[in-house]
């Protein structure tokens, strides 16, 4: 995986770290209450600031189709930085949702991308995107890994030290 992070990202990849493993994903069928609005995965950690040094990849382990739920893009939105609303709080058990603002969103077209399983879809981790409904009668399952570039000065645990501004403090 991270051979497809490094190629995509144009980042060798002992500069790549592996910040979170999704292990496995599951999606039900019509199921609503674990389903994100629009989003960037960058926004619930902020590890690194600028958009090209985190990658996302996502990876369906079933053919994703629209009725499967493929995932929902806003192509060129990698290059905003993190705008977020928060829609939920931090609860037991519950993720809070950082949604995209609409204002952002009606500046980028909508693209869905059905994918067949075991291929990967790799995108920038500032990348606005959604899941879509699975309304088909399967569970769609899928890997999500995500990496950042660790040896850069908008790497968070660089921006802690004392010779670079923390920008989020």
Same mark, same amino acid.
């Given at each position: 995986m991270e051979t497809i992070a490094s190629k995509f990202s144009k980042i060798k990849k002992e500069n790549l770290s592996i910040r979170g493993i999704i292990g496995l994903?599951?999606?039900?069928?019509?199921?609503?209450?674990?389903?994100?609005?629009?989003?960037?995965?960058?926004?619930?950690?902020?590890?690194?600031?600028?958009?090209?040094?985190?990658?996302?990849?996502?990876?369906?382990?079933?053919?994703?189709?629209i009725n499967e739920g493929a995932l929902e893009i806003?192509? %060129?939105?990698? $290059?905003?930085?993190?705008?977020?609303?928060?829609? !939920? &709080?931090?609860? /037991?058990?519950?993720?809070?949702?950082?949604?995209?603002?609409k204002k952002y969103l009606d500046k980028y077209v909508t693209k869905i991308v059905p994918m067949k399983r075991n291929s990967c879809l790799c995108m920038f981790a500032n990348l606005f995107h959604k899941s879509g409904k699975n309304i088909s009668n399967k569970v769609r399952f899928?890997?999500?890994?995500?990496?950042? %570039?660790?040896? $850069?000065?908008?790497?968070?645990?660089?921006?802690? !030290? &004392?010779?670079? /501004?923390n920008v989020y403090n």
């Open positions: 994903r599951m999606d039900f069928p019509n199921d609503t209450r674990n389903s994100y609005g629009w989003h960037q995965d960058s926004a619930y950690d902020r590890y690194n600031i600028k958009s090209k040094n985190g990658v996302v990849l996502w990876i369906p382990l079933i053919d994703t189709m806003k192509p %060129k939105s990698h $290059s905003e930085k993190n705008v977020f609303i928060i829609n !939920s &709080k931090w609860k /037991k058990f519950h993720t809070p949702q950082l949604t995209v603002p899928t890997v999500i890994v995500r990496f950042n %570039k660790i040896n $850069s000065k908008d790497f968070y645990l660089y921006r802690k !030290s &004392k010779t670079y /501004k």
